[in-house]
């Protein structure tokens, strides 16, 4: 990345907590590949930030590799981008800790996340569901990012991370860029196939379309999508009508770029029982390459482990430099 400096730099956690699905992939990773045109890119999977609720072993062990595996599927080119393990880059846990003690127990008791998360676990509400937030500052800060693309529900937490750099660099001088959240051109909202009100999401797993699954769940799962009651079965654009069928439309658009008038026209008098498996159709064959790919990347453990590895040293790399001088400013003795 060396004579790359004028490109600004972005960086974002994603946690590996479960298969990804067509929603991530639709609404989000599909439009990353070609990010790194623009901009010095770094992803890590965020697996500290997991541990805030109990997780079998063996499941994240597993699921950091999978789902490395799945977002190299997805485009996410490792020569173009940094990609590494949160945990294998020891200076995040190391500048969180410093981080803790310039951030106040009252701004983390209004953080919505943590009223969320305490109230749904409540035999677990640990110190580190309360941290999390510094942690999160530590990811940040520790690169020097002018961007990080977060989700409407993660903006409070760059928020954060903005006033805890804002308060060290009063009191140390310019230690830390002051980063920007970055509203990612907008993919596309896809919900579930069985709760067309709501998100599509692994929780509800009949109506979410995994990257992995194989192609006859796929066609099942379209097949039995919810649609409407009424009896004319007329695929046209309605939201508030006929939420199923929009979404529908939505997803069939977003993969073969048809505007929703062609595909009106196309499904002319042919009801959902050809609409839906058509859908399907094209589904299967747009994640068809994904899941290929992923699978022979699964298999192939010493190079996804040799990516890990490169990017934790690229990583570390800059992240050492922050580190370092934070230890400086603050009065660590260096030796
Ligand atoms: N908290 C983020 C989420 O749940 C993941 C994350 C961890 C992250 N560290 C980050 C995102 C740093 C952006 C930057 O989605």
Redesign the pocket.
């Known amino acids: 990345m060396e004579g790359q400096e004028t490109k600004k730099r972005m960086?974002?956690?994603?946690?590996p907590s479960g298969d990804l699905h067509l929603g991530n992939y639709l609404g989000a990773i599909k439009n990353w590949a070609d990010r790194a045109e623009d901009y010095e890119c770094y992803y890590?999977m965020?697996d500290m930030?997991t541990i805030t609720v109990r997780q079998e072993p063996a499941d994240l062990r597993k699921r950091s590799l999978n789902q490395l595996a799945q977002y190299i599927a997805c485009g996410l080119d490792p020569e173009k981008n940094v990609l590494f393990l949160?945990s294998h880059v020891p200076a995040h846990a190391q500048l969180s800790w410093v981080l803790n003690c310039y951030t106040m127990f009252g701004e983390l008791s209004r953080m919505t996340?943590f009223k969320d998360k305490s109230s749904k676990h409540k035999d677990n509400i640990n110190a580190g569901l309360f941290t999390?937030p510094v942690?999160?500052a530590a990811?940040?800060l520790l690169y020097q990012p002018d961007y990080?693309?977060?989700?409407e529900?993660?903006k409070q937490?760059?928020e954060i991370t903005r006033d805890i750099a804002q308060r060290f660099n009063s009191i140390y001088g310019d230690v830390f860029k002051i980063p920007e959240p970055f509203i990612a051109k907008t993919g596309a909202r896809i919900y579930g196939l069985t709760t067309p009100g709501d998100k599509m999401s692994k929780s509800i797993p009949e109506g979410c379309v995994f990257l992995m699954d194989k192609p006859e769940d796929i066609a099942r799962k379209f097949k039995r999508a919810i649609t409407d009651s009424d009896s004319e079965h007329c695929v046209y654009f309605d939201r508030e009508k006929k939420p199923g069928v929009a979404n529908l439309m939505n997803i069939y658009s977003t993969i073969t770029g048809k505007t929703y008038e062609e595909i009106e026209k196309e499904f002319d008098g042919k009801g959902y029982g050809v609409f839906k498996p058509a859908v399907g159709e094209v589904v299967i064959e747009q994640l068809r390459p994904i899941r290929e790919e992923a699978e022979r990347l699964i298999k192939d453990k010493a190079y996804l482990n040799d990516v890990y590895l490169q990017g934790a040293e690229r990583a570390a790399y800059i992240a050492n430099k922050t580190l370092r001088k934070v230890y400086k400013k603050i009065g660590f003795y260096q030796i």
Not at 11 to 15: A, K, M, P, T
């Open positions: 960086l974002s956690g994603i946690q890590f965020a930030h949160q996340q999390y942690l999160m990811d940040i990080v693309p977060v989700g529900d993660q937490h760059v």
